[in-house]
């Protein structure tokens, strides 16, 4: 986190309006038809955990957005939306991939292939020597990564990347 | 050359104070939320996006209309009256004015508020595309400060307030590399809205010019 000071955001949501249950919605049933139905209920469960998945998407992306700045947004998102799996890994790794690095800026970049992407990479964006970099990079792979490395099932990049 | 920025957070906010409260009218509600529903609908409100904020402090109660298709939410309470938009840009400044004059020229036919003055804050969140933003920000500290270490600055935050001005500038919270400029002034009621936009524009332009930095196109 970077902000010292302020609010800065403005914490709305537009895509619902609060309401409260009216009391006999929690008395009565709806529908006892409905209600025996095993399919219906199948679907309309399986729905809620679709729901409730995108939500907990959504706010794992807010929160990568935070430590990690995205090369193309739109693209990016598509890769984590395919490849669920990967996101609590990069959040995972955040704080030791920042620290190795001094707290340099992290950039998530999907990579680019002929057919669809299977790989992210996450680079250091490092102003300093390539040796300095590499040294980094190998200190981040034995405390952490090399631990961690089969969570990632080869989708997965940690490297560098030297800006001037 | 300047370093380019990309703006993936920002958003609007302008509170209309009135010359005094008008409670006459918020003790009869009816025909000033008719008058803002009408004037708002063709921005595809719905009535389940009405909220009656009855929490709070008398000045924060009253009808908040939410416009999801503008990311926008009015505000009617009884000392004054709120517009904000989210995901905003100058791309659609004429666009957010036309929606503003709507419901405030609805209430104002409704009632008998008379507009005192206009505060509006701009903020920004803008990630640079090269540079850590640190960098972008050590200009701003003071060279007394700086020289208390010999390491870079990890980040730094300035606030600047005038009479009718305000300028905070930080680290942005909610990006990762992230800059947050939020910079506000007030206006006499009065002022044309196409007069703020202007001032605004300006007052963005100098503040970018300032941290040399340029929006993405």
């Known amino acids: ?164 | 050359m300047s370093e380019i920025v990309s703006t993936p957070i920002s958003f609007f906010d302008l509170e209309i104070e009135y010359e005094q409260p008008d409670f006459k009218t918020s003790m009869d509600r009816a025909p000033v939320v008719q008058a803002i529903w009408n004037a708002l609908r063709p921005w595809g409100m719905n009535v389940d996006d009405l909220e009656i904020v009855t929490t709070g402090k008398l000045s924060e109660q009253g009808i908040r209309f939410k416009i999801p298709l503008k990311s926008s939410m009015f505000f009617w309470g009884p000392a004054s009256c709120r517009f904000v938009r989210d995901n905003t840009g100058w791309d659609i400044a004429d666009e957010t004015i036309t929606i503003i004059d709507a419901a405030v020229a609805a209430l104002l036919s409704a009632s008998n508020i008379k507009i005192a003055k206009y505060k509006t804050s701009v903020i920004i969140h803008a990630q640079p595309k090269r540079l850590p933003f640190s960098k972008i920000l050590a200009p701003l500290v003071p060279p007394q400060i700086l020289a208390f270490e010999s390491q870079e600055i990890k980040t730094a935050a300035v606030v600047v307030r005038w009479e009718d001005r305000k300028i905070t500038i930080d680290g942005s919270a909610s990006l990762a590399n992230g800059l947050f400029i939020r910079y506000e002034r007030d206006f006499p009621g009065g002022t044309p809205y196409q007069q703020i936009a202007e001032r605004l524009l300006a007052d963005e332009e100098q503040i970018f010019a300032m941290l040399d930095i340029e929006a993405e196109q």
């Open chain 1, 1 to 164: 986190m970077n902000g010292i000071i302020d609010q800065q955001t403005p914490s709305r949501d537009w895509t619902t309006v609060p309401r409260l249950p009216m009391l006999h919605e929690n008395i009565q049933p709806t529908s006892s038809a409905k209600a025996a139905d095993p399919l219906n209920d199948l679907l309309e469960g399986l729905e809620h955990q679709l729901q409730e998945q995108d939500r907990e998407f959504d706010l794992s992306i807010k929160t990568l957005v935070r430590m990690y700045m995205f090369s193309d947004r739109r693209e990016v998102t598509a890769f984590l939306r395919s490849n669920r799996t990967v996101v609590p890994l990069l959040i995972e790794a955040f704080p030791h991939f920042n620290r190795s690095f001094n707290g340099t800026p992290l950039l998530l970049e999907v990579m680019a292939e002929e057919s669809e992407s299977r790989t992210i990479n996450a680079l250091a964006m490092w102003w300093g020597i390539r040796e300095e970099a590499r040294a980094r990079l190998r200190s981040f792979d034995n405390s952490w990564w090399l631990e961690n490395v089969g969570k990632a099932n080869g989708r997965v990049v940690f490297d560098y990347q030297i800006e001037k």
